[in-house]
């Protein structure tokens, strides 16, 4: 097995700080949504406005910041991305209304939306086979350890000093990562600025226009139905853990500090998943994984809406964050062979599906929170997540019964 270049090496650490920055981003406003509605007087739907602001500009610059990177080079799309979330931060901390807040996350998901899809569709173009896996689980590790910082340290720094240290904190891994980025890209000699084509993608093809790419994609039944499965695991599983610290913090009376915490162990959940994920896929396989996740996070949606408890919720979450990357990062895997081809805007494509189903689905929990409770929400969830991983295992095997027809032809 071949080793990394020191070079390469760097700037992958370098795309990992990116790519930290920007989950602890996505998730920094779930512990602080209590303390802008108090802050700004209005209600938890309006406060998370901040959220799914954040995730429908995140989807839909997917659209355009795939096709980019593939034309422009990856590597250097996630630095221009890097730097102006931390711009759109350090608005956000500057920020007197609610109304500003919210667009200035808009504009931090908008510019954030360049960083971890293609940070994927990067190392799947740059990383031998042999040595993918590792990468990716690297990178893993890092989105994971960033998600767990913004949801508990967001909360813990808001106690402590005040929401708006939340956002100059973030603004400030941001440019962090940014410059390491374009350090590690002049150490490669400007290969950062040109497009990576080794994984044998066609010049032409990556020269399409940006709609043709899209449509060669989504004309694939089996891309369609990825595509699908991953906007409803974000409009159902992703929209409702969002309010776990809110609901906490209501029900229970938890500090915002302590509901982030309890939070935090969704993102362990995951860091089991990563260090276990040689043995999980060896002996679940993909069936197996899209079954018990969905499982997996309907238990732990079920323990979370009807415990007694909220001492109940750290087990709830860590089982959430296992069963959710079961599921999702066997959809992930199969999102970046959709179109290898295109694997830029492939990926970019399944990132867009995962967080216009998020957006819509925190409007419509944020709604249902208002009219009754979240733990409505919880219950829903607790039912329709089973459903969702059943539905994700008959399409695989559907996929591949027409794989071995194909190839008994």
């Known amino acids: 097995m071949t080793a990394l270049a020191p070079a390469v090496r760097a700037q992958l650490l370098a795309i990992g700080l990116a790519g930290f920055a920007s989950m602890a981003s996505m998730r920094a406003c779930d512990s602080v949504l209590p303390a802008l509605a108090a802050g700004f007087s209005v209600t938890t739907s309006a406060a998370a406005q901040t959220i799914s602001g954040f995730a429908i500009a995140y989807g839909v610059m997917q659209f355009f910041l795939g096709p980019l990177g593939d034309r422009l080079g990856k590597p250097r799309v996630i630095g221009w991305a890097a730097m102006g979330c931390a711009l759109a931060n350090v608005g956000i901390a500057m920020s007197g209304t609610l109304d500003a807040i919210i667009w200035g996350r808009v504009l931090a998901g908008a510019a954030g939306g360049g960083i971890v899809p293609l940070s994927l569709a990067h190392i799947g173009d740059t990383v031998s086979y042999e040595r993918r896996q590792l990468a990716l689980s690297r990178l893993l590790l890092a989105t994971i350890s960033g998600m767990v ?8 720094i808001a106690q402590a000093w005040g929401w708006r240290w939340v956002f100059v904190v973030l603004a400030l891994l941001f440019g962090a990562a940014a410059l390491a980025v374009e350090w590690a890209g002049r150490r490669l000699g400007g290969a950062v600025a040109s497009p990576s084509i080794s994984s044998g993608t066609p ?3 990556a020269q399409g226009g940006l709609f043709q790419q899209m449509q060669a994609i989504v004309r694939l039944q089996w891309a369609r139905w990825v595509l699908m499965t991953v906007a409803l695991e974000g409009a159902i599983a992703m929209a409702g853990y969002t309010f776990v ?8 009376g938890l500090s915002l500090a302590a509901a982030g915490g309890v939070m935090a162990f969704f993102g362990l959940g995951g860091l ?14 993909e069936r197996g994984m899209a079954l018990a996740g969905g499982v997996g996070l309907g238990l732990s949606m079920a323990a979370l809406a009807w415990a007694p408890q909220w001492h109940w919720s750290p087990a709830s979450c860590l089982l959430g964050g296992l069963s959710f990357y079961l599921l999702h990062n066997t959809l992930q895997a199969n999102a970046t062979q959709m179109q290898p081809s295109m694997r830029g805007t492939a990926v970019s494509l399944f990132a867009s599906s995962l967080f216009c189903g998020q957006s819509l689905g925190v409007v419509v929990a944020a709604w249902i929170a208002d009219l009754g409770s979240l733990q409505t929400v919880f219950a829903a969830s607790a039912l329709a997540l089973p459903a969702l991983g059943a539905w994700f295992w008959a399409g695989l095997v559907r996929r591949d019964e027409w794989q071995r027809s194909q190839a008994g032809r």
């Not at 910082?149 to 813990?156: D, I, N, P, R």
């Not at 610290?245 to 229970?252: D, I, K, W």
């Open 203 to 205: 010049l032409a093809m």
């Open 272 to 285: 089991v998943y990563a260090a276990f994920a040689p043995w999980i896929i060896r002996h679940l396989g």
């Open 245 to 252: 610290p809110t609901y906490l913090h209501e029900r229970f």
């Open 149 to 156: 910082a913004g949801q508990w340290l967001g909360g813990v």
